[in-house]
């Protein structure tokens, strides 16, 4: 059983909408890369983006209006930070595909999506983490889980690096495509620093 206070339940709230926006952001990612070269949805993603932004500002301003917090503002803050930074890898990603004009087809689009499913396992992941820190249960099969997502990712990540240089691939285009496999992978990265946090707490406060 939760020994929250009602007022603490702010900060696992706002998280917890920050991880389904992360969520629904990363389906949107999916459906770009599915009806490519239709970018119209990249917009959609701004918009997820500026959501964002206002769930980190109440955040902050939470922050600032509690003399008492239901674990150390700095780990609330950085938990809050690394979600909506997630939220930017992916439209980082994102704009690159658009910006660069890439041609997303055959293995640049098997690769693509692979990571991107990796993505979205991590971000339903820390979905359950904010749960497991609300209620302040064990979570080491948590990060256990996160840690081997974060392997698949980086497995995906140099297997997609390396077909790059088998060379049938021009240089321009293996710059473009190692920024936007980066991107992804960081994204995956982040959900496992989150991962950390979360479990730091938990023990700091069991």
């Not at 980066?182 to 946090?197: F, G, T």
């Amino acid at each position: 059983m939760s020994i929250l206070k009602p007022k603490d339940e702010i900060f696992f709230n706002l998280f917890d909408k920050q991880a389904k926006l992360n969520c629904e952001a990363t389906q949107i990612f999916k459906d770009v890369l599915e009806s490519f070269p239709d970018l119209e949805k990249i917009k959609i993603l701004k918009e997820l983006g500026d959501t964002g932004n206002k769930l980190r500002a109440e955040i902050a301003e939470a922050l600032e209006n509690s003399f008492i917090t239901p674990f150390e503002p700095e780990d609330i803050h950085s938990i809050s930070i690394y979600l909506d930074k997630y939220l930017g890898r992916l439209y980082s990603a994102a704009m690159r595909i658009k910006l660069y004009k890439v041609n997303l087809a055959d293995r640049f689009k098997d690769y693509t999506l692979q990571l991107t499913d990796t993505m979205m396992n991590s971000a339903e992941e820390i979905l359950e983490g904010i749960n497991l820190l609300r209620k302040r249960q064990n979570a080491v099969n948590f990060v256990h889980k996160i840690k081997e997502l974060e392997q698949e990712g980086d497995i995906i990540q140099r297997e997609a690096t390396a077909s790059l240089f088998d060379g049938s691939v021009g240089a321009i285009e293996i710059i473009k495509w190692k920024e936007i496999y980066e991107q992804m992978e960081s994204a995956i990265d982040l959900c496992e620093d989150i991962s950390h946090l979360i479990d730091n707490i938990i023990i700091k406060h069991a």
